[in-house]
């Protein structure tokens, strides 16, 4: 499964435990945020751990760029520390007897590479933790802790970030806080970010590329917009079945209460968006917001109709069909009614009109 | 009053227990640690090797060391070889004799702060590129350290306070092997209960404030946990 033509992290692992086993093949691209989605016990976090040598597969050949990570036919194994990688927690996992100053040098001593990321200064700054500093990880909150988590591995200056679930503590308020660090982080950075989570919406906010695991296995992986809509991947099955367009907002309609963005879909009509006019966004379309009509409805109460055209369809159970559509250079994907699918004929090839009910902001 | 010969005793006392501490917490703290990270199937070994004393009659230990370093015994030929004589009756017997009677109250509670520390905080040093001697002293020993207070008192006030194993293999021999629980056994058997109670009084005041430190220092311990 090649993802770019460079590919930065290869990783064929194997490990077995009493009821799980491990077994991947992967080339990750060398930049941007991969995030390795599954349920849990689909093995997200023990092929984490293995990338950092935190479990050691049996089967193993890791390589990180240029850099050999494992070998397990040469019998090689770079330990942790040796790695130069950068982990957060899921639980911030702070030194609790170092103050937050503390705990950010005890990285910064311990630098692998000449090639600073960062500065102290920058890392403190990206995250806004300068009231912080002096402060013990006891006497932080769960946000305040992961921020200072996150800093305290980009100051590492890590040849990759692996981040295991650093949202899934903290509370929606805390999350909603955080976000906004990982979505500058993203924007700030030039190494890759392996990203583990099992919320839907931190895969449409964060992810560039989209890795999926069930049961120790990769059942599909590249990037987002096209994992997201592929009919023979998990994603597009599900309820929560969504597309993720990449835009850039054109102008705004005050009186309305709406923005207008410009997508290689077409031009779509948003929730009003306090954001200067040329800003990047990203938005997440519902299958389930999606309807399909033959012809251009003359009046209709919804703003966003655009012409498509059907790719593929795939009946998913329970009298549901989810029909993948080309919208100009986008694809949609829409989940109708088996019956509705029968009665409009729908099937590939066919040109037909999308009307979108409703899009949200993730980015 | 106390008298000087009271005095050596407690003095020689302060010297064995004190020496014994260190050593065991020199020795404690890297068995403590392997025990409290390995998987190993001997763990459960190990583990009874260095709690028996804990159950065992004291003479009984007292009796196999006096053997073992005795003349004929195997530790015993081996010091002859190195040319320091026999351990029983001097001061290195007992200090011997003290280590391996005071194990478990050193090893356990360190075994127990390393288990207590978990994995996370390990995983974390290393992942910031500190290797196993680094995260040792950077991380474990600092979050274990509660666990060395206890110990070090548990070691030394447990060694103060041996007598069936000291009487075993250190004898009652004045200035060499005469701890204070022999000189207190001495002063009964005399019938010398004013002397006795100066040495008995002494060290249980000692042993309660010893503990009244140990308590306090642990509850301030919890309490500043419990502001997390």
Redesign the interface.
């Known amino acids: 499964m090649i993802m770019s033509p460079v590919p930065s992290i290869q990783a064929r692992l194997r490990l077995a435990y009493d009821q799980f086993a491990l077994d991947v093949d992967l080339n990750l691209p060398a930049s941007g945020v991969t995030v390795l989605f599954g349920h849990s016990g689909s093995g997200k976090t023990t092929l984490l751990r293995c990338i ?3 479990e050691r597969p049996t089967q193993g050949f890791l390589k990180i760029g240029a850099t050999l990570w494992q070998d397990s036919e040469h019998d090689f194994f770079l ?4 790695r130069n ?3 957060v ?1 899921q ?1 911030a ?5 170092l103050s937050v100053r503390g705990n950010l040098d ?2 910064v001593r ?3 590479t000449k090639d600073r990321l960062f500065s102290l200064e920058q890392a403190i700054e990206l995250l806004a933790i300068g009231p912080l500093l002096a402060r013990l990880p ?2 932080l909150s769960g946000g305040e802790r992961q921020r200072v988590a996150i800093a ?1 591995a980009l100051a ?1 200056s890590p040849d990759v970030l ?1 981040m295991d679930e650093p949202l899934a503590a903290l509370d929606e308020q805390r999350k909603q806080d955080i976000l906004p660090y990982l979505t500058g982080l993203h924007q700030n950075l030039q190494i890759p970010i392996l990203y583990v989570t099992h919320s839907l919406q931190e895969v449409n906010q964060l992810a560039d590329h989209l890795l999926v695991l069930a049961a120790g296995k990769v059942v599909a992986c590249g990037p987002l917009a096209e994992t997201l809509t592929r009919l023979d991947g998990p994603m597009a099955l599900d309820r929560q079945a969504a597309s993720v367009w990449q835009g850039k907002l054109v102008s705004h309609e005050a009186e309305y209460h709406l923005s207008h963005a410009e997508f290689a879909g077409g031009s779509l009509s948003l929730p009003y968006l306090d954001m200067p006019v040329g800003s990047p966004v990203r938005i997440r379309i519902y299958a389930r917001d999606v309807s399909i009509t033959l012809q251009p409805p003359e009046a209709s109460s919804i703003l966003n109709i655009l012409p498509a055209s059907v790719l593929a369809l795939s009946a998913m159970g329970q009298g549901q069909t989810v029909v993948q559509l080309a919208v100009g250079e986008e694809v949609l994907l829409a989940h109708i009614t088996q019956k509705s699918a029968m009665l409009l004929n729908v099937r590939p090839g066919m040109a037909v009109y999308v009307q979108i009910k409703g899009t949200s902001i993730v980015r | 009053m106390l008298n000087a010969a009271d005095l050596d005793t407690l003095f020689l006392t302060f010297r064995v227990a004190s020496l014994a501490t260190l050593l065991l917490l020199l020795l404690g703290t890297p068995l403590a640690w392997k025990l409290a990270r390995s998987r190993s199937r001997w763990k459960g070994v190990i583990n009874s090797v260095v709690a028996l004393p804990l159950v065992l009659p004291p003479t009984v230990l007292g009796f196999y060391l006096l053997v073992l370093m005795g003349p004929a015994g195997l530790v015993g030929k081996f010091t002859q070889w190195l040319g320091i004589g026999t351990l029983p009756f001097s001061f290195g017997g007992l200090v011997v004799a003290s280590v391996l009677y005071s194990l478990p109250f050193v090893v356990q509670p360190l075994q127990n702060a390393f288990v207590a520390m978990g994995d ?2 390990l ?10 001697l ?2 040792f002293f ?2 474990a020993l ?2 274990a350290k509660p666990g060395f207070l206890t110990a070090g008192v548990l070691g030394f006030t447990h060694t103060v306070g041996e007598f069936g194993v000291v009487l075993m293999v250190g004898g009652n021999i004045p200035d060499k092997t005469r701890v204070v629980s022999v000189q207190i056994y001495n002063h009964v058997e005399a019938l010398e209960y004013g002397q006795a109670h100066w040495l008995a009084g002494g060290l249980l005041i000692f042993s309660f404030l010893v503990l009244l430190l140990l308590y306090s220092s642990q509850q301030t311990q919890t309490l ?2 419990s ?2």
């Open positions: 950092a040598g935190l330990p942790t520390h040796r990688l950068a982990y927690f639980e996992n702070l030194f609790p007897h005890y990285a311990r630098l692998r006891a006497r305290r590492a692996l | 996370a905080p995983e974390a040093a290393a992942t910031l590129g500190a290797g196993p680094d995260r950077s991380v600092p979050l500043t946990q502001l997390k």
